[in-house]
């Protein structure tokens, strides 16, 4: 079973910057494609951004728009999202998660061990 901690969140006004990160077991940044994902209130959980062999990122941009950056750190089995200009809009418990394959998946059906998440609200 892999174990996944995300953290980071908080609370923030809008315009804002949170870095959250999320511990992985050992050995599974680098052999697992690792995504974050984002569910609001009242709303379906949706993907915001993974990355996988190579290093290699894909982004939900309707969501991100430039605005969020993720990046891995195989040596310490973390994988981090920056997140800038935030919008209340951004606000959710925001979700890590791993699958094992090679494609960077965006459907939540694909990834097999979760995080227990981490709240971040965006104040207006």
């Known amino acids: 079973q892999v174990m996944l901690v995300e953290s980071g969140g908080g609370s923030v006004q809008a315009g804002g910057s949170l870095r959250l990160s999320c511990a992985a077991s050992?050995?599974?940044?680098?052999?697992?494609?690792m995504g974050w994902f984002r569910q609001a209130p009242g709303k379906e959980r949706e993907f915001v951004a993974a990355?996988?062999?190579?290093?290699?990122?894909?982004y939900n941009e309707d969501v991100v728009k430039g605005r969020f950056t993720l990046f891995r750190d195989i040596a310490k089995d973390t994988v981090n999202l920056q997140m800038n200009s935030l919008k209340p809009e951004d606000t959710a418990v925001y979700f890590c998660?791993?699958?094992?394959?090679?494609?960077?998946?965006?459907?939540?059906?694909?990834?097999?061990?979760w995080g227990q998440g981490t709240q971040v609200t965006v104040s207006s």
């Open positions: 998660a791993c699958a094992r394959g090679f494609e960077l998946y965006t459907t939540r059906r694909m990834y097999t061990d």
């Open positions: 050992e050995g599974t940044v680098s052999n697992h494609v």
């Open positions: 990355t996988g062999y190579g290093g290699g990122t894909r």
